[in-house]
């Protein structure tokens, strides 16, 4: 009864051993497909296709904005009309300095955030070009 399902649930696709009458397998065990077709005869080519020279830096962007805590971070300093200081994010996003920092430093070494030093605090803002730039990539 179990040969008779399997039987039925073999892909046609699949190249037949006509030495043994069972489908070839790969190394895994798993059924071998036949050969599609050349890779020539697959599509017409489009064109030249120019390969994005920014890429690194798009990723690079994209990579800094990759925790949800900057993404907040991003979105809040967006949202004001001056710098904001350290003091305000902490109790805002609710997290500890150390976390902050650790957060600011992949933000302002990718470029979306600018950074002033005033004695012991650091007031951030965010760098509308790096925005700008991720912006006119998304188009």
């Not at 073999?10 to 190394?27: H, N, V």
């Not at 059924?31 to 920014?54: K, L, M």
């Not at 971070?73 to 920092?101: A, F, G």
Request: glycine content about 6%; aromatic content about 4%.
């Amino acid at each position: 009864m179990v040969a008779a399902v399997t039987t039925m649930c073999i892909d046609m696709s699949l190249t037949i051993d006509p030495t043994t009458t069972t489908a070839a397998t790969t190394e895994s065990g798993r059924p071998r497909r036949a050969p599609g077709p050349a890779a020539a005869d697959c599509c017409v080519p489009s064109g030249e296709v120019e390969v994005f020279a920014g890429a690194g830096r798009i990723a690079e962007l994209a990579k800094a904005l990759s925790d949800p805590l900057r993404v907040q971070i991003v979105d809040l300093l967006c949202s004001s009309e001056q710098e904001v200081c350290q003091c305000e994010l902490i109790p805002r996003l609710q997290i500890t300095q150390p976390l902050l920092s650790h957060h600011m430093r992949k933000l302002v070494d990718a470029g979306l955030i600018e950074v002033q030093r005033r004695h012991r605090w650091a007031y951030y803002r965010v760098n509308r070009a790096a925005l700008a730039e991720l912006a006119d990539w998304l188009g």
